[in-house]
Every structure is written in structure tokens, then in C-alpha cells.
């Protein structure tokens, strides 16, 4: 008889882990607000606009960030000036002190460009000397790809 009521629970219990589960994976697949994030980072100095989006590379509970810089200047130096006055708001916002995220750097103004296509085609490259001086392993020519750990160490002059 008590292995009867053990059995009887078995297929409930499976099922409201089973719901629990599916509950706790969708809370996390969730986009965070960027909204903050994209404001703060347009009135970092050397930078005209940014755009902040939100992407899910393998898995939803993989968070990432796109960012989109739009800079005064789109020298080597000038991609380093802007990582580094960016790099505190990052570590000092709630979303982008937690994700991984990728900068792309496109000069002028947003509203230079027609389209988010036409910008990407103005990509500002991100060359090996410019990893170097933020002290960040080289990630390719165009974006600027960090972890929580790299932005707070940008951050702090390390």
C-alpha cells in the first residue's frame, strides 16, 4: 500500500519540477532593459550616439550586449579614449556590469547614416594595438568583444 501512494506522487511531483524548470529557463531567456545603459553611454565624452541591443549567441540564457558607439574620433587613439570613459559605465550599470559585450565603434553620428546597414559598413576597425593598450586579448577587426572581468579592469587603468 505504501509503495502505491509513492507511485501516485511520482508523475505529479516529476511534472511541477518539470513546470519549475521551464518557469525558471523563460526568466532568464528574458531581455534586460538597456534603456540606462544606452543613455549613459551617449553622454560619455568622445561619443555622439549609442545604441544598446540585447542577443542570445547559443543559448537564451546566454546574454550578450551589441553595442554601437557612434565617435568624434575614429583614429586608434580615439577607439581607446572612448573604451576607456565607457568602461565605468558599464561596471557601474546593473546590466552591462553582468553580460559580456561586444563594442563596435562607426565615426560621426547616427543620424548620419540612412540606415543601420549603411553605419555597419563604417565600422572603425579594431586593430591588435588597440587591444594592447586596453590590455585585452585581440578579438578581430571589428568589434571589441569584453567580459564583466575585462570591462572592470579597463575600468580600473589596469
Not at 560619455?44 to 549567441?57: E, L
Request: hydrophobic fraction near 45%.
Amino acid at each position: 500500500m505504501a509503495r502505491d501512494r509513492v507511485g501516485r506522487f511520482r508523475i505529479p511531483a516529476a511534472l511541477a519540477l518539470l513546470a519549475l524548470g521551464s518557469l525558471a529557463l523563460a526568466g532568464c531567456a528574458g531581455n534586460p532593459d538597456v534603456t540606462d545603459l544606452e543613455t549613459q553611454l551617449s553622454e560619455v565624452d568622445g561619443v555622439n550616439d549609442a545604441t544598446v541591443s540585447v542577443t542570445h549567441s547559443n543559448f537564451p540564457w546566454e546574454t550578450q550586449l551589441v553595442v554601437t558607439l557612434f565617435i568624434e574620433d575614429a583614429t586608434e587613439d580615439g577607439v581607446v579614449d572612448v573604451a576607456r570613459a565607457a568602461a565605468p559605465v558599464f561596471v557601474a550599470d546593473p546590466v552591462g556590469s553582468r553580460h559580456d559585450v561586444s563594442i563596435y565603434f562607426i565615426p560621426g553620428q547616427q543620424s548620419d547614416y540612412e540606415s543601420d546597414f549603411d553605419a555597419q559598413g563604417k565600422e572603425v576597425p579594431v586593430t591588435p594595438d588597440v587591444a594592447a593598450a586596453l590590455g585585452v586579448p585581440d578579438t578581430g577587426p571589428y568589434s571589441l568583444r569584453l567580459s564583466p572581468a575585462q570591462m572592470s579592469a579597463i575600468a580600473d587603468g589596469e
